[in-house]
């Protein structure tokens, strides 16, 4: 069989990775030389603890399974399962992360709550003010701005990968065929459009009521921290953000203890991943509303910058990079993904949101059983 995969992102990229896996033929299409959106403008995050129970665990927990063996084959990924702590500051945060071990999933997350001692142990890096630390082993994380250039040189090697960069998709022609900016016709036997957040042009011509919105971020990424951070890191503020910690305990949390101005305002989360050059990837902010901002606003770095130092008990090092993102979410946040059967032999796959680096391995998969792959 010989599929076409439109769309470069991790999200295509391991739909393409499975096809081949499944002993098929791909030709892979980008809009861009490469991919520049979310698939490379995120943490590198393979987030298992906040998920909600159900369908969501369910997928980033075969996703985590399917990146620790892809990570084995494909070195130059860093695929590490470095798991992750969630530090609370305030008794309030501790009861949520209390409550979470309590979840009938809890072992399933890897979760164990560690007092100040045993943080420090785990991540010595971690020498500021919290009360405790929720630790999630399946936590893990990879390298995003390498990942799609390190699986596409793997791809390329089974001699049954052929990528091509700067060619945006104008057509689906007979369900089975794309025509491209070029003029060209790339033929096969089953297309899968993987469009990320590009949701005008051909995709609203081909899915015009799209459940899908899109979401704007703001992260930054710092010179090296000249020691390593053994774990990812997020703050109590991630207990609000994600739908695992949702309960009394997050209800009272929410209740008796608000978010600063600048946090609320931009809808913040702290999460902290170290890169291959020692350097930190600090974010995030969510904007939903469109028109979005054009530009970046530095308060949400200020705040970042902030509890960042107060976890670390030292200051950040120099800001290298600020950048924002933009990536596509189902409107139902209960929904993984949205998977919309364009034709007999035609895909539409998007609005992972921001679970799509954590969870794109296993949703590749599920497409491809769906589709007789």
Known sequence: MRVIVVGAGVLGTMHAWQAVERGHEVVHLERETEARGAS??????????????????????????????IGARVPGLWFRPNGSLTLARTEAELAVAEAALKLPDAESRGYRLLDPDQVRALNPALRGRYLAGLHCTRDAAVEPRVAQPALRAALEATGRYTFLPGREVRDLVGGRAVRDDHGQLHEGDLVLLCTGAWLGGLVRELAPDLPVRRVRLQMMQTDPLGETLT?????????????AFAGPELDALRAGQPQPPVAEQHRMQLLMVQRQDGGLTVGDTHEYDQPFGFDVVEDPYD???????????????????????????????????????????????TGPGGRGMTCSPAIAETTADAAGL
């Open 303 to 349: 705040h970042l910058a902030e509890v960042a130092a107060d976890l670390l008990g030292r200051p950040l090092p120099r800001i290298r990079r600020r950048w924002a993102g933009v990536y596509a979410q189902c409107t139902d946040p209960a929904r993984v993904v949205h998977r919309q059967q364009l034709a007999d032999t035609a895909w539409l796959v």
């Open 40 to 69: 490379v403008r995120n943490f590198g995050l393979v987030w298992v603890s906040g998920r909600a129970a159900g369908p969501e665990l369910a997928t980033a927990l075969r996703a985590r399974e399917l990146w620790e063996e």
């Open 231 to 243: 774990t990812s890191v997020a703050d109590g503020d991630s207990f609000r953000y994600y739908p």
